[in-house]
């Protein structure tokens, strides 16, 4: 089994790798309502993940699901326009394919992004998070099973997922253009049911600053294999467990639309600065 996945991301690796017009040294995995950041990037070329040997495909409404290579703010990227869940059905493996492909392409930088619910009762809908840390609840670990030395160490360490220097120069990114930036601690969890009032309560309790269904097995992949992390979430609700109030998916992905242009110009700024 192990063997077979290296042997997809190798196929992955080879495929874009004729493909591909250079090497993008950042890239971009845009959630719930955050393709209008894809959308900035000037394409060279448009994959569909159909096309991509062993790519999945994405069965959430609001994800675009191609890979766009281009240039944006005069720096060489790649833009996953939709991401892959563990509620789909997918093992973490499988969700971090596409990244697994292009760490061995050797981009440098992670920007990832996410719609997630607010538990600090301090932040308010449309508030934009720099992820400081994260807690995995998700019950799998991309790197569970054999290890191959040359993609990343057996034990890698996660004291700093997120990269201090990629969130300061965020945060004076942010200043520059007048926008206030919340960081905490982003908690993932399997889905696809949304929170009960006593889960919220209890994620709380533990730390946690907002919460969503993505992002973490990425992030734990892209440290594996040496690469630098900025993540950043849109909080799309808050719910108080003691005065809680129906999720709709509708107001999360309207709350994460609502926030994409700050957030694009943002990322625009940022990689820019890079």
């Not at 908690?187 to 533990?206: D, N, Q, Y």
Request: glycine fraction near 8%; hydrophobic fraction near 45%.
């Amino acid at each position: 089994m192990a063997k077979d996945y290296f042997e997809r991301v190798e196929t992955a690796r080879s495929f874009l790798e004729e493909r591909l017009p250079f090497i993008p040294e950042i890239l971009l995995i845009l959630g719930t309502g955050l393709s209008g950041v894809g959308e900035k990037v000037v394409p060279e070329v448009v994959i569909p993940y159909r096309e991509i040997p062993h790519f999945p495909v994405s069965t959430v409404e609001s994800h675009a699901g191609e890979l766009v290579v281009g240039h944006l703010a005069g720096k060489s990227v790649a833009a996953f326009r939709g991401r892959f869940h563990y509620y789909e059905g997918y093992s973490t493996k499988e969700i971090t394919l596409p990244l697994r492909v292009m760490s061995l392409l050797g981009v440098k930088i992670l920007i990832v992004s996410n719609a997630a619910g607010g538990l600090n009762l301090a932040f308010r809908p449309g508030d934009l998070m720099l992820i400081r840390d994260h807690i995995n609840l998700i019950p799998d670990n991309p790197l569970r099973g054999p290890n191959r030395d040359e993609w990343g160490p057996r034990f890698p360490d996660l004291s700093e997922a997120y990269s201090s220097r990629l969130r300061e120069l965020f945060k004076a990114c942010a200043q520059d253009l007048g926008e206030e930036i919340r960081e905490g601690i982003y908690v993932a969890v399997p889905g696809p049911s949304l929170e009960t009032p006593a889960e919220t309560r209890f994620l709380r309790m533990i730390g946690a600053d907002a919460v969503g269904m993505s992002t973490v097995p990425e992030v734990i992949v892209a440290v594996h294999a040496g690469i630098e992390v900025l993540g950043l979430s849109v909080i799309a609700n808050v719910n108080d467990p003691d005065n809680f109030q129906p999720i709709l998916l509708e107001e999360v992905i309207a709350q994460a639309k609502a926030a994409e242009a700050r957030l694009t110009r943002l990322v625009e700024k940022f990689v820019e600065k890079l």
